[in-house]
């Protein structure tokens, strides 16, 4: 057991930081996450087109509430931007 121990520890120790990364992409999905979440937070159930309303209907095409409201929140991952990426690397 010991020995398992060792060799698992040496793996870990010899695999690159870098490569433990999150990707640009995955980056983007944890952003959309936390803007979908911070706008549920303030009592908005359509924050983005796909979301549900509290009767349980598609919230739609036209403008979400939260956009009406003035917030801009990520729905989607492309609506993220590489300064929105940047800025996430950087508070990391």
Do not use: W
Request: proline share 8%; hydrophobic share 40%; charged share 20%.
């Amino acid at each position: 057991m010991r020995k398992l121990f060792a060799v698992v520890t040496l793996a870990v120790a010899a695999y690159p930081a870098a490569a433990l990364s999150l990707t640009d992409c995955q980056i983007a999905e944890r952003i959309v996450r936390q803007s979908r979440a911070d706008d549920y937070a303030t009592g908005h159930p359509c924050a983005c087109p796909d979301d549900l309303a509290r009767n349980g209907s598609m919230c739609g095409p036209e403008k979400p509430i939260a956009v009406r409201a003035g917030a801009a929140p990520k729905c989607y991952p492309q609506d993220v931007t590489a300064s929105d990426i940047a800025a996430y690397k950087a508070a990391r």
